[in-house]
């Protein structure tokens, strides 16, 4: 059994979570945000592919399971303050998001036209997971 104490070193929040943010390694560009627990980021490390905490659906999920786009880690990073994780991965197939799009940052505002798309769809969501997705928390897989 490996040693395990480097996750006592996270500042976990009440429910036993700590927010998590996947960075391409090589262009820096976020591509999500998502929330992790202590059995999240162990196997996480232990898998090097990233594993989430749905808050929604109560339960693990290892990112790509429905849509095949996993994301292999390179690097495991944590702030100084040790309350937030930055994976630095690599997005197989090119997509993030659960929209079908790069990254969940899609929506920039604009001074007179708010919250407005930038970034385009690059599979439908449909084609992704075999039927449509509905916008939610986090519902990447």
């Known amino acids: 059994m490996s040693d395990t104490r480097w996750l006592n070193q996270v500042a976990w929040d009440e429910q036993g979570l700590v927010p998590a943010i996947a960075q391409d390694y090589e262009s820096g560009e976020v591509l999500m945000f998502a929330w992790m627990n202590r059995e999240a980021l162990e196997q996480t490390a232990a898998s090097g592919e990233a594993v989430y905490w749905s808050?929604?659906?109560?339960?693990?999920?290892?990112?790509?399971?429905?849509?095949?786009?996993?994301?292999?880690?390179h690097e495991l990073r944590i702030d100084c303050d040790n309350d937030v994780v930055l994976l630095r991965i690599e997005q197989v197939g090119g997509i993030a998001c659960h929209t079908g799009?790069?990254?969940?940052?899609?929506?920039?505002?604009?001074?007179?036209?708010?919250?407005?798309?930038?970034?385009?769809?690059?599979?439908?969501?449909?084609?992704?997971?075999?039927?449509?997705?509905q916008d939610g928390e986090h519902n990447h897989d």
């Open 101 to 133: 799009r790069r990254s969940c940052f899609f929506q920039k505002y604009l001074t007179d036209e708010g919250w407005q798309t930038v970034d385009g769809v690059l599979k439908d969501p449909a084609a992704i997971y075999g039927k449509a997705k």
């Open 55 to 73: 808050r929604s659906r109560r339960k693990l999920w290892h990112k790509g399971e429905e849509s095949g786009h996993i994301q292999r880690v």
